[in-house]
């Protein structure tokens, strides 16, 4: 099994981090100044290297580019208040990653691995992760198929890479979102559970629609019969009912497993909280915001941490939930699980995974 010690590093000459300028920084548009790549051929990986960060070159046949072999992840690490880098649950990036890999045909990388290629890169981005509040390092682990070739078949060849963005706040302001009941974000039998790169070109065109009537995103129901609902487009959806968390069941496969979602669910059930796992109607979110049973609906994500949702749209009518400052729950834990990762809070789950 490879170790850390033993990733090459050839680091770049320059670093561009005084460049940077943080006040103005914008989600994903700022990389550091390295990313880590790994090759696959002849059934095994190589050894990774971090390299100087730059553009790749690829064959006008690459498989990935026609046929849709290309899936990633997103996770991120933080500077605790001690000036420890640590990384928040990548163990569950890893498995989540591998079940991906296995649903595309392509080749898994252990989960071990996985962790320690992320956190060898992260000790060598250390000083990109900022202290600043509400800020962090976002890493982007991604892999796609190679093989120049035309002709559907699984690629023989698929590079690793991993880079990332010093990012603030995905969302600027709570969130409105709009229910879809005509397009479908993914299908029963499909790839709706795996993080793969198809899943979110389909939605750009129904989120654009969207955005174009004044939402940020799509709240997703499922394919079927658009009675349930399923998540939104950046982050799974949860909702606070008579004192009861509730959020659409993993038992589907068009649902993306939540890293963040299980994190709010293993903190809600500490707290001893009723947390319910189960299918949720449409008709029961309108008519409990109606009602006033529903006081609390949020996304919960890794780009978004925890977004609240203080507009629902549904046909011809836009639905206020309660402002933001009433939410007890969502703002508590929040905070809780933002103090966890910067070692305000102590990690009783075990979460925190040190880098530097």
């Known amino acids: 099994m490879l170790v850390s010690n033993d990733i090459k590093i050839t680091p770049t000459e320059k670093s561009r981090i005084n460049e940077?300028?943080?006040?103005?920084?914008?989600?994903?548009?700022?990389?550091?100044?390295?990313?880590?790549?790994?090759?696959?051929?002849?059934?095994?990986?190589?050894?990774?290297?971090?390299?100087?960060?730059?553009?790749?070159?690829?064959?006008?046949a690459t498989s990935a580019l026609h046929y849709g072999q290309a899936l990633f992840e997103g996770l991120k690490a933080y500077r605790q208040v001690n000036g420890d880098v640590t990384v928040f649950?990548?163990?569950?990036?890893?498995?989540?990653?591998?079940?991906?890999?296995?649903?595309?045909?392509m080749p898994v990388i252990d989960e071990e691995l996985f962790i320690q290629t992320i956190l060898k890169f992260?000790?060598?981005?250390?000083?990109?992760?900022?202290?600043?509040?509400?800020?962090?390092?976002?890493?982007?682990?991604?892999?796609?198929?190679?093989?120049?070739?035309?002709?559907?078949?699984?690629?023989?060849?698929?590079?690793?890479?991993?880079?990332?963005c010093p990012v603030g706040q995905y969302y600027s302001e709570p969130v409105r979102v709009k229910i879809e009941e005509h397009y479908t974000r993914a299908a029963a039998g499909g790839v709706g559970r795996a993080k793969v790169a198809g899943n979110y070109g389909a939605a750009m065109y129904p989120a654009k629609l969207g955005q174009n009537e004044g939402f940020h995103q799509l709240l997703w129901t499922d394919g079927?019969?658009?009675?349930?609902?399923?998540?939104?487009?950046?982050?799974?959806?949860?909702?606070?009912?008579?004192?009861?968390?509730?959020?659409?069941?993993?038992?589907?496969?068009?649902?993306?497993?939540g890293i963040t979602k299980r994190s709010v669910i293993e903190v809600a059930q500490h707290w001893g909280l009723k947390v319910?796992?189960?299918?949720?109607?449409?008709?029961?979110?309108?008519?409990?915001?109606?009602?006033?049973?529903?006081?609390?609906?949020?996304?919960?994500?890794?780009?978004?941490?925890?977004a609240p949702i203080v507009k629902l749209g549904y046909r011809d009518e836009v639905l206020e939930l309660p402002p933001v400052e009433t939410r007890e729950f969502s703002n508590k834990v929040s905070q809780y699980i933002t103090d966890i990762k910067l070692g305000k809070a102590e990690d009783i789950f075990g979460w925190n995974f040190k880098a530097s």
């Open 20 to 60: 940077i300028n943080w006040d103005t920084l914008v989600f994903g548009k700022e990389f550091t100044d390295h990313m880590l790549v790994m090759n696959y051929a002849n059934g095994t990986w190589n050894a990774p290297e971090i390299v100087p960060f730059g553009n790749l070159a690829l064959h006008p």
């Open 89 to 105: 649950r990548p163990d569950m990036n890893a498995v989540r990653f591998k079940e991906s890999c296995e649903r595309m045909c």
């Open 122 to 164: 992260v000790e060598t981005e250390k000083n990109w992760v900022s202290d600043r509040e509400g800020y962090a390092l976002y890493l982007r682990p991604f892999m796609f198929a190679t093989d120049p070739y035309v002709g559907i078949r699984p690629s023989e060849t698929y590079t690793f890479v991993i880079f990332a």
């Open 224 to 257: 079927v019969s658009h009675e349930y609902i399923e998540e939104s487009g950046t982050m799974n959806v949860m909702f606070v009912k008579n004192g009861t968390i509730i959020t659409p069941t993993e038992e589907s496969d068009t649902i993306l497993r």
């Open 276 to 306: 319910e796992e189960r299918k949720v109607s449409v008709k029961e979110v309108i008519e409990g915001i109606k009602d006033g049973s529903v006081t609390e609906m949020f996304g919960a994500g890794t780009a978004a941490t925890i």
